[in-house]
């Protein structure tokens, strides 16, 4: 009997990661026939393949897979090898709450007939409640600068099977929106804003490097273009995402060109890559422009703290009257 969940864990083969995440499904102690864990690894050292051995004795819900998908490619072979009727991505880096997995599983039987797209967001946009939208359209607004996002997305096994036939549509750093764009004339969209996940705190430096502007100046405002060329979102939807996008892009910019954040990504040619889109001096620009305004807004949080302190040993001076204090 085929599961009804398949947790599909993609991963870089840091066990740091994924081990502990591994430990928080399983401590759950739900029934091992109604969901399997996968893990896909592209890692570039075995060290991964011998520390997951003890589990894979222990659970036989559980499978391993070596990979030589390159990047975030390995989403879509990790997707590949699952057999659950839906299948939900997890990070490598986020461990599941208590009561994550049950609640798949009864969100799994609950549209297994009506099968929607279902997008878990986590209550990341400051939504703690589950929305139902009958449009593609706004279903990608919703999602605002989550779209780029991979860690909510999950697939009906049967989406699946008919995304192996159309490997073109697929993007190398995007390759998740595959599940999603596919599917732009569906009646039922669903966003999730259950909380699932908690973040292991992690060294940035960790992650396999790649060119961030070439990521999100470059292809994804690509793709939004292309659904808005076949009208599967609205213009107002496009330039709401593209300013989503923009300050993302800007954010990016700040943290690693101007105040030098460690961090593997790469920014080769990142004047051309952000010239496409935006315009490499208009994101220079903002991007100073909001270090020096957070700047001159510390300042003023010290300059109002130290007068504070100032005018409170001065009010505590007056209190003192013959050596005592009133």
Not at 3 to 31: A, H, K, M, R, Y
Not at 72 to 77: A, R
Request: charged share 25%.
């Amino acid at each position: 009997m085929k599961p009804v969940l398949s947790l599909c864990i993609p991963t870089e083969g840091i066990v740091e990661w994924v081990l502990p995440v591994l430990d928080s499904i399983f401590s759950q102690n739900c029934d091992a026939n109604m969901y399997e864990v996968v893990v896909c690894d592209n890692g570039i050292n075995d060290n991964l393949a011998e520390k997951i051995r003890p589990y894979l004795v222990k659970h036989r819900n559980l499978s391993y897979y070596r990979s030589s998908a390159k990047l975030f490619l390995n989403q879509i072979e990790a997707f590949e090898h699952c057999n659950g009727e839906l299948i939900k991505f997890i990070n490598s880096r986020c461990r599941c709450l208590e009561g994550t997995v049950q609640y798949l599983i009864e969100t799994a039987n609950k549209y297994r007939n009506t099968r929607p797209i279902i997008y878990f967001l986590e209550g990341f946009n400051g939504n703690n409640s589950t929305i139902s939208i009958s449009t593609f359209n706004e279903f990608f607004k919703s999602l605002g600068k989550y779209t780029t996002y991979s860690g909510g997305i999950a697939c009906w096994r049967e989406d699946m099977e008919y995304i192996r036939s159309r490997h073109e549509l697929i993007r190398y750093y995007f390759p998740h929106l595959v599940y999603y764009t596919t599917f732009t004339k569906r009646s039922l969209y669903i966003v999730d804003n259950t909380r699932l996940t908690q973040e292991i705190p992690i060294k940035l430096t960790a992650k396999s490097g790649y060119n961030i502007f070439e990521a999100i100046a470059l292809e994804f405002p690509a793709i939004l273009l292309d659904l808005l060329d076949n009208h599967d979102i609205d213009l107002e939807t496009f330039k709401y995402l593209k300013s989503e996008l923009e300050d993302h892009v800007v954010e990016t910019y700040v943290r690693y060109l101007i105040k030098n954040w460690d961090t593997s990504l790469t920014f080769e040619n990142k004047e051309a890559l952000l010239d496409t889109f935006f315009g490499f001096e208009y994101i220079k620009h903002k991007a100073t422009k909001q270090v020096l305004d957070e700047r001159k807004k510390d300042t003023i949080i010290k300059i109002k703290q130290t007068i504070k302190q100032l005018l409170g040993i001065k009010s505590f001076r007056h209190t003192i009257k013959g050596g005592a204090v009133k």
